[in-house]
């Protein structure tokens, strides 16, 4: 075998269940640039997404037949949600470019796992945990959604009243979540702090989506209109939190859990831009714009680390 395959195999097999963060970050952040019309690079950043989690997919099932013990140990880990989520996000952008069996498939497959990891994971949950300890919440809105897209694409209620019911499990898992998150690590997180505010934008994306639904009307919407911008105002001024903390203690150095950090950037800037059309306040469509940029620099400086770290 040559040295490349080799070298290559030797960093699958060194993948960390976090690797699905960058296909959420890239996913996410392909979402928002067809929102703002840049369609060549967000077809791009699809393409990008797609490769990254066939490769992941491709390890994960891997080690589910052929390393039970190491897959039973990193199951256990808030980490393992990201592939949950990675499909959920994927399958949303999927969703507005390819009706049917794509965005589908993913909805199944996410579902399929979730209820194993969650499971899993919150079974082994402990005080004192860092930003990943809210991928519960990521995981269960990603799927919450997917569903009220596919829900309202398909004109289907029942698809729509279970991203509802997923939304609102979402929400208590934050709330459970929360107690355990140790909030030094605002202070000395390396990346993964930012899920904190970012578990909420994915809430507030969720509330927007059910919100646009043509199945709730009347006080239902006016409900999930209120909930959704009451979210998006907490998710504001948890990254005002966060981004001052990048100030006050910098962290210049490369860590994969980065990626934790481009995630949140890009889901605000495509809950802000759903909220706007959801809701009618326009101006979150400019704001949005705005952290869509901030995530796309995030994302090179983070892949720019991850391509120096490697060399």
Known sequence: MSRAPRGLLAALRELPPAAGSVVMATAILSVGLETVGRRVLSVIALVLAIVLWVVLAGD?????????ARFRTEASTPAALNAVAASAVLGTRLAT??????????LATAAAVWPFLLVSVIDRW???????????????????????????AHHLR?????????FVLGLLLYCVALPRFD???????????????GALAICALAGSKLTSAP?????????????????????LALYAVLAAAEVRWPRPHY????????????????????????????????????????GVAAWLLTASGLITHRT
Do not use: K, Y
Not at 97 to 106: F, I, N, S, T, Y
Not at 160 to 165: D, E
């Open 60 to 68: 994960f099932v891997h080690r589910l037949l052929g390393q039970r």
């Open 97 to 106: 470019v390819a009706r049917g069996v794509p965005a589908e498939a993913l």
């Open 126 to 152: 402990t005080r004192g945990m860092p930003g990943g300890v809210f991928l519960v919440c990521v995981a269960t809105e990603g799927l919450a959604v997917l569903s009220a897209v596919l829900g309202a």
């Open 158 to 166: 029942w698809l729509s009243t279970a991203a509802l019911a997923l």
């Open 183 to 197: 909030p030094r690590q605002i202070r000395t997180g390396a990346g993964d702090h930012w899920i904190f505010g």
């Open 215 to 235: 199945f709730w009307t009347g006080a239902p919407h006016s409900v999930l209109r209120t909930a959704t911008l009451v979210l998006f105002g907490v998710v």
């Open 255 to 294: 860590d994969f859990r980065r990626w934790a950090t481009v995630f949140p950037l890009g889901m605000g800037a495509v809950a802000s831009m759903s909220i706007a059309t959801a809701t009618g306040v326009r101006g979150l469509h400019t704001l949005g714009a705005v952290l869509l940029w901030a």
